[in-house]
């Protein structure tokens, strides 16, 4: 395919912020500073033994990490090859968000940095942010859509029971982009004493890097585990993608290992067809959102399109620019389910392994489970349950599409 056209506009940064062509920093000038600071701040801190020494506490203690690696017999001999399912939907809160919020709300304190911002689609990061704000006794606001929060008012209520101011954000679709775009306008001008904790592994440098740091730990843990209970790496890494963050903590782990397969899942929402999708990756193309050249969803003048999908948390036109460079380089494929498919993948763990998964997740099942006779019996397939479904239980249960 052709180059994409790396627009004017980016600031200076590290050669480790681009991706390819993908990255920079496409931000208004006042948040300049404060990214650079972050930056500084990061690399600081990683590089400090205590910094990460109590991060890994926080994990272990706190988190309830290592996640398990699990088996899925049922689902294994649905699809005749060994299916392995890393468990992200075991850690406190109920999904692999609080990987990022734990350390990014370290680095904040250590900033000396009072109030925290978020946004969120799902709700799992919101409520990621506002458990870590908890602990730390930071002040917290959580941007989200007045679409979102309907579909998952259950984490509104978990996010403001821990004391959480939560937003509702009413502009445009009233959904994830639209609550990024909030938090974002927030951070403009209380970036004194505010830290932004974005929860993908999207925005202006550092950010996407930042986060893929936080949340390479699946993939680190899923890499040792396969090779303990399986003896061998896995044929195939399966992770779904909306912005992307634990699909890029898992692919971490085996980015480097040129016989492991990785598959991104998007959503293809009502059809890629139909216009009512979220599969930046399968149908957009390169361009600027909330901070960084990746690819997205756009018409030919650069206007963003509303994305759909079933799943709050895939809802968004953009994507990490870290998985923009790994599909053109083709280290990585992408392939998208559509919101029918993602039903049945959602009923589908529930009724086989009695793991019920967030519906982010559910994309993912489906496609593995429609591959029947890809893998030989002695091939792996790694798959990140990168959340469980009780928030998506009501959603699912008023449509009334899988009553029992």
């Known amino acids: 395919m052709t180059a994409p056209v790396v627009p004017a506009g ?60 699990s088996d899925a017999p049922r689902l294994s001999a649905l699809v005749g090859a060994p299916i392995w399912l890393k468990r992200e939907d075991l850690n406190h809160t109920g999904a692999h968000k609080i990987n990022n919020t734990v350390g990014q709300a370290l680095l904040a304190r250590r900033m000396g940095k009072t109030r925290i911002i978020a946004e969120t689609g799902a709700g799992q990061h919101g409520v990621a942010t506002a458990t870590i704000c908890a602990r730390f006794g930071l002040g917290c606001v959580v941007y989200m859509g007045e679409e979102d929060m309907r579909r998952q008012s259950l984490n509104v209520y978990r996010m403001r029971l821990m004391g959480a101011e ?47 740091a936080f949340q390479s730990v699946i993939g680190r843990e899923a890499r040792a585990q396969m090779l303990a209970r399986a ?14 963050s634990n699909a890029m903590g898992i692919f971490a782990g085996f980015v480097d290992d040129a016989g492991v397969e990785l598959v991104g899942v998007e959503a293809a929402g009502e059809g890629l067809e139909s216009g009512r999708h979220s599969a930046s990756l399968t149908c957009g193309t390169p361009g600027v ?79 593995i ?31 009334g599409i899988l009553a029992p």
């Open 289 to 367: 959102l909330h901070g960084s050249l990746s690819y997205l969803l756009q018409d030919a003048r650069g206007q963003v399109h509303p994305a759909h999908s079933i799943s709050a948390g895939l809802d968004y036109p953009g994507v990490g620019p870290e998985h923009s460079y790994l599909k053109d380089s083709g280290r990585a494929t992408y392939v998208a389910v559509d919101d029918a498919q993602a039903l049945e993948g959602f009923a589908m763990l529930s009724r086989l392994e009695g793991i019920i998964p967030a519906l982010e997740t559910a994309h993912a099942v489906a496609w």
């Open 166 to 212: 939560v937003i509702p954000v009413t502009s445009g679709t009233r959904t994830l982009k639209d609550a990024t775009t909030e938090a974002i306008r927030d951070w403009v001008t209380t970036v004194r004493d505010s830290h932004y904790i974005i929860g993908s592994v999207v925005g202006p440098a550092p950010y996407p890097r930042m986060v893929r």
């Open 10 to 69: 980016s600031t200076p940064i590290s050669e480790r912020d681009r991706f390819g062509a993908y990255g920079g920093r496409y931000v208004p000038e006042t948040l300049i500073p404060a990214l650079e600071e972050l930056d500084a701040a990061f690399d600081t801190a990683m590089a400090d033994p205590a910094f990460v020494a109590e991060w890994m506490d926080l994990l272990t203690h706190y988190v309830g990490r290592p996640s398990p690696l």
């Open 369 to 399: 489970a429609a591959q029947r006779g890809r893998w030989s019996p002695d091939e792996g397939v790694l798959l990140c349950v990168s959340g469980r479904g009780d928030k998506d239980v009501a959603q699912v249960r008023e449509m």
């Open 231 to 244: 003896g061998a790496l896995p044929k195939s890494v399966v992770a779904c993608v909306g912005g992307g």
